[in-house]
């Protein structure tokens, strides 16, 4: 009966959910989901090496044509080189 109350406590808590998804051109991954009804994109932080105080990784909003399959361009102007997310 724990595990029932355990996943509703997490249920209640729940704010949004993240996709791994992977660049066709380079292989590089992404996440993409929502986070309390909005729709976002998450790049690992490129600039995480030149300042360790840095978060690691960054949320954005995603735009309409994103959806539609341009995330993987958008990609490409924010993550040159990504290592894998997790």
Same mark, same amino acid.
Do not use: C
């Given at each position: 009966?724990?595990?029932? !109350? @355990? /996943?509703?406590?997490?249920? %209640?808590?729940?704010?949004?959910?993240?996709?791994?998804?992977? !660049?066709?051109?380079? &292989?590089? !991954?992404?996440? /993409? &989901?929502?986070? %309390?009804?909005?729709?976002?994109?998450?790049?690992?932080? !490129?600039?995480? *090496?030149?300042?360790? %105080? #840095?978060?690691?990784?960054?949320?954005?909003?995603? %735009?309409?044509?994103?959806? #539609? &399959? =341009? =995330?993987?361009? #958008?990609?490409?102007?924010?993550? *040159? *080189?990504? @290592? @894998?997310?997790?």
């Amino acid at each position: 009966m724990s595990e029932k !109350k @355990d /996943t509703s406590e997490w249920g %209640k808590r729940e704010v949004g959910a993240l996709w791994i998804n992977v !660049k066709q051109s380079d &292989g590089s !991954k992404y996440l /993409t &989901g929502h986070i %309390k009804g909005e729709k976002v994109i998450l790049f690992k932080n !490129k600039s995480k *090496e030149e300042n360790p %105080k #840095a978060p690691d990784f960054r949320v954005y909003l995603q %735009k309409e044509q994103e959806l #539609a &399959g =341009a =995330a993987v361009a #958008a990609g490409n102007d924010l993550e *040159e *080189e990504q @290592d @894998d997310l997790i």
